[in-house]
């Protein structure tokens, strides 16, 4: 069954789509580029968001590589290779992949129950519960905006709230991903017992020191180029951290 | 050759901008909607190679029980995230997925590096052409992984390099977090703290982290608005 998932074909299917979408990604890049100038952006910030986001994203992706690897022993890989490419999240498909398999009266996700019927099964149950975001985007994504420019503009008279509410959006969003860390150190294997993992808190605390080392280099000695490879050499230290601490 | 460069009136770039926008709209739907035929019909074509249709009872049993978990966060991400991406970031992104773990953190990153403000003409731009690049590094990175997947399979999986694989969005998080904290630690104390006692008295909540963002950020934007007025 492996070996016909792995089959040419199927490569040729998701090759296809993840070659389309590549193409889309270029066409949307090549358009905001054109349209920084016509409104007289500086071209040197444009190069400079290119570099920092090129750079930031090679680490995260090549977690979402094992992800494929993760999942390429029981669905093949051309399947998980164009779900984790074009619009699965990490963390989504290997949940969505396994509830799939149990749905399709599999015990689990394993390549030995594995059936022709089961893989599509899973397949297009894996693309139904994961295009919702698609779906409004095509039909609120304008209303949305319009409305938000709309009360935004009322707030713009008072000084702009937006931008300060995205910033605490974001810090909500760190937030609760900093205090899952503690909450499981803390209560994971019993409530208040401390013996939880304690990895991701490390992790993270490395993590956020050495991008206070990079933020000072840049401050002080006016290092500005530092900025673009601060966030993916932080994160690098920090999973570094993690290696050495699970190697002790 | 000295280069020429063309000055715009302040009427001349909004109007530019205001065309690009709605063509992004347009653009943006039709490329959606080619993505969602492609994906959905992708099982089907697979199935006719293999000799097999997908099971519709499973289908709406498997969807009944984790789909309408993803559907509401999918409502959740929506809402959140395209304010912070604008019309072209969001399209893309929900088209390239990765959103949390990627997309989010790196559009964040080049605005506070080039220092654009949400809602502007240049956020618009900065926000695509981050996730434009990401994408299109995701891609690379995984058609690249893909195709040398048997020379790299040993080294990826490592069990040494394992420890570190897993801990990527910690990783993000605690280097953005102090980014992000250091002039903002007024907004950023109360949901951290809110949090990390909710998730201490309630461990089994770590497993919908992403449901909690809603809360946490509700908190933050609730002390910024607060302090906003003060000011």
């Given amino acids: 069954m492996l070996k016909t998932l792995n089959s040419p074909t199927m490569y040729l299917i998701c090759g296809a789509i993840v070659l389309f979408v590549a193409g889309v990604s270029v066409f949307f890049m090549v358009r905001a580029w054109r349209a920084g100038i016509a409104i007289g952006m500086d071209k040197t910030k444009m190069k400079r968001t290119i570099t920092a986001s090129a750079t930031f994203s090679v680490l995260p992706s090549l977690g979402i590589l094992l992800g494929v690897i993760a999942l390429s022993g029981a669905l093949g890989t051309p399947l998980p290779w164009l779900r984790l490419s074009v619009i699965g999240a990490l963390h989504y498909e290997t949940q969505v992949a396994e509830a799939a398999a149990e749905a399709a009266g599999l015990s689990g996700l394993s390549v030995s129950e594995m059936t022709p019927r089961a893989f599509v099964t899973i397949a297009f149950l894996m693309a139904v519960c994961i295009m919702w975001g698609m779906v409004f985007s095509v039909f609120f994504n304008k209303k949305y905006l319009k409305k938000l420019s709309a009360g935004g503009a009322k707030t713009a008279k008072a000084g702009g709230f937006g931008d300060a509410a995205m910033t605490a959006m974001f810090i909500g969003l760190v937030s609760a991903y900093i205090g899952s860390y503690i909450g499981s150190f803390v209560s994971e294997k019993g409530l208040f017992t401390f013996s939880g993992s304690w990895i991701p808190l490390l992790v993270a605390a490395v993590s956020a020191v050495v991008m206070a080392l990079f933020i000072w280099i840049e401050e002080k000695k006016k290092a500005e180029w530092v900025e673009g490879f601060a966030l993916a050499a932080s994160m690098l230290a920090g999973m570094a951290a993690a290696a050495i601490a699970a190697a002790l | ?231």
């Fill in chain 2, 1 to 231: 050759m000295e280069e020429k460069k063309i000055i715009l009136t302040e009427e001349e770039k909004a109007k530019n901008f205001e065309a690009y926008n709605d063509r992004t709209h347009v653009i943006g739907r039709v490329v959606c909607i080619i993505t969602l035929i492609l994906l959905t019909g992708v099982p089907f074509v697979m199935g006719a190679f293999l000799g097999a249709m997908p099971d519709f009872k499973a289908v709406g049993r498997g969807f009944l029980s984790i789909g309408i978990v993803y559907f509401v966060s999918c409502i959740a991400e929506f809402l959140v995230y395209t304010p912070m991406l604008g019309a072209g970031g969001t399209y893309l992104a929900f088209i390239t997925g990765n959103l949390i773990n990627m997309k989010i953190p790196c559009a964040m990153n080049a605005r506070d590096i080039v220092g654009a403000k949400t809602g502007t003409a240049e956020n618009e731009i900065i926000s695509t052409l981050s996730i434009a690049t990401s994408s299109l590094v995701t891609i690379l990175v995984l058609a690249a992984g893909v195709a040398l997947l048997i020379p790299l399979q040993p080294i990826l999986q490592n069990p040494a390099l394992q420890p570190a694989f897993d801990q990527v969005v910690p990783a993000l998080f605690g280097a953005m977090a102090y980014k992000y904290y250091r002039k903002n630690i007024g907004t950023a104390v109360w949901p951290l703290l809110v949090m990390s006692i909710l998730f201490m008295l309630v461990p089994s909540l770590t497993g919908s982290t992403s449901f909690m963002i809603i809360p946490s950020g509700a908190i933050a934007i609730l002390i910024a608005w607060m302090k906003y007025k003060k000011s």
